[in-house]
């Protein structure tokens, strides 16, 4: 089975900043993508920023438009390459949600999703 363990998400004002880290419990060969998704209160979850880890697509980024040029999702180094953070800048109140972790494991001919159990990040006006 495998984990995802998030962390840095809390409060921060209008215009503040903040960084989300996920690690996985996984071989990240055998990880196709991790990303962040997010769901506020009343609303369905919602993609944020993904990135695709090997293959042909290794690097390969989407954002949601409201947070392009504001977010940045990033792998960690080779000593935590099974680590994805995503910086958040220019916060926002609507920015407010749980986020949660995704991953996408492929895994003899078959993908697996994960998720994390997710961090609430509260942006104030």
């Known amino acids: 089975q495998v984990q995802l363990v998030e962390s840095g998400g809390g409060l921060v004002q209008h215009g503040g900043s903040l960084r989300l880290s996920c690690a996985t419990s996984a071989s990240i060969f055998s990880i196709h993508a991790m990303g962040w998704y997010r769901q506020a209160p009343g609303k369905e979850r919602e993609l944020v920023a993904a990135i695709t880890i090997g293959g042909s697509s290794d690097g390969n980024i989407n954002y949601a438009d409201s947070v392009k040029g504001r977010f940045t999702i990033s792998r960690g180094s080779a000593k935590a390459e099974n680590t994805v953070y995503l910086q958040m800048t220019s916060l926002k109140p609507e920015d407010t949600a749980v986020y949660y972790c995704?991953?996408?494991?492929?895994?003899?001919?078959?993908?697996?999703?994960?998720w994390g159990q997710g961090t609430q990040v509260t942006v104030s006006s």
């Open positions: 995704h991953a996408v494991q492929r895994y003899s001919g078959r993908e697996y999703d994960y």
